[in-house]
């Protein structure tokens, strides 16, 4: 089983729609990360998380908002979709005690027409 | 805040030769430098990291070198195999501002047959 999952996998929206990525780990981290991916651009922060209590914007949380439900789940929000929101979005986690190694969940593909 | 550039985007080798990466990158207190390999369809896996204490670093056929005066790293793949063609990520962080990690733009590696 996955260590960590990102649902939906793919999602298409029209502009102006809210909507929620979700993710969840088993592996017990305590921070957890919102990354997009654009060819060329790498992978930019969106938002951080070292524990439940603590939510910090990344390199580009413009658009976006989060929610950290429990040490297991982490939620992006667009709140109103645009089409240069249309990207892979990463989630990761990792562990204050076993150093600074990032675990990626699979992505979710989000095409905003 | 850091600024970290990856060359070059596209890297075509044939089976068994080798593969260089290049990054740098722009904040002297940069202190780690992890290298991820993205295979398609999934998420970015750390492959090798190294810390500004270490000029070098070497796993089975992957090694990583730093030069922390010029401020750049290297990513170095010999007897390269069809299975390392992936795309790979550097990146930059200060450890000890709990883990952000600075991407570079990718480069895809094809290995042909």
């Known amino acids: 089983d996955a260590d960590v999952t990102q649902t939906p996998r793919n999602r298409i929206t029209k502009t102006g729609k809210r909507i929620m990525l979700e993710c969840s780990q088993t592996?017990?981290?305590?921070?957890m990360y919102w990354y997009r991916q654009d060819p060329g651009l790498g992978l930019r922060l969106i938002y951080y998380?070292?524990?439940?209590?603590?939510?910090n914007k990344g390199e580009i949380s413009d658009g976006y908002s989060v929610s950290r439900q429990a040490q297991a789940k982490f939620s992006l929000s667009l709140e109103s979709a645009i089409p240069n929101q249309t990207a892979l979005y990463f989630c990761?986690?990792?562990?204050?005690?076993?150093?600074?190694?990032?675990?990626f969940g699979p992505g979710t593909r989000l095409l905003v027409l | 805040g850091e600024n970290v550039e990856q060359h070059p985007s596209t890297l075509s080798v044939q089976e068994g030769d080798s593969a260089v990466i290049k990054c740098t990158y722009s904040?002297?207190?940069?202190?780690?430098f992890p290298w991820y390999k993205q295979e398609l369809g999934k998420g970015p896996q750390l492959i090798i990291d190294?810390?500004?204490?270490?000029g070098e670093k070497k796993d089975q056929r992957i090694a990583v070198t730093l030069n922390k005066t010029a401020k750049h790293f290297s990513l170095h793949i010999t007897e390269t195999q069809p299975e390392d063609s992936a795309v790979y990520f550097c990146?930059?962080?200060?450890?000890?501002?709990?883990?952000?990690?600075?991407f570079g733009g990718g480069t895809r590696v094809l290995v042909k047959p």
């Open positions: 592996k017990g981290h305590d921070r």
């Open positions: 904040d002297s207190a940069s202190n780690y």
């Open positions: 190294i810390r500004s204490n270490v």
């Open positions: 998380s070292f524990d439940v209590k603590d939510i």
């Open positions: 990146a930059a962080s200060i450890a000890a501002a709990g883990n952000k990690l600075t």
């Open positions: 990761a986690t990792s562990d204050l005690l076993g150093g600074e190694t990032q675990y």
